[in-house]
């Protein structure tokens, strides 16, 4: 998913409904203003809300940083704790697989 739209304030202008009905895993790789607006329109077209999420800031590095949960936590903690660097989220059955793989 596109995680930019030009002018940080705006919502990325994408097929929200097509994305949201989409049976695998989404990724976006986006600014921190954009983590939340672009997780809170998959779930108000439909994604279901405890699908498996997770957001990744800079990622395979030794300083990675994992927040993990619904996509209806992340977007909550997300709106209301707003992350200060870009990051990508992660959506869908493949998060599950993280504990598995212990990246």
Same mark, same amino acid.
């Given at each position: 998913i596109r /995680?930019?739209?030009? /002018?940080?304030?705006?919502?990325?202008?994408?097929?929200?409904n097509q994305l949201?009905?989409?049976d695998g895993t989404l990724l976006c790789y986006a600014g921190p203003r954009q983590l939340a607006r672009v997780a809170s329109s998959l779930l108000?077209?439909?994604?279901?809300?405890d699908d498996?999420?997770?957001?990744?800031?800079?990622?395979?590095?030794p300083q990675q940083?994992?927040?993990? /949960?619904?996509?209806?936590?992340?977007?909550?903690? %997300?709106?209301?704790n707003p992350p200060t660097a870009p990051a990508v989220l992660a959506v869908g059955p493949s998060v599950g697989l993280r504990a598995? %793989?212990?990246w």
């Open positions: /995680g930019y739209e030009h /002018g940080e304030e705006a919502t990325p202008d994408l097929d929200w949201a009905s989409v108000a077209h439909g994604r279901p809300k498996s999420a997770v957001v990744i800031f800079n990622g395979t590095s940083q994992t927040m993990d /949960g619904t996509l209806e936590q992340l977007a909550g903690t %997300l709106a209301s598995h %793989l212990r």
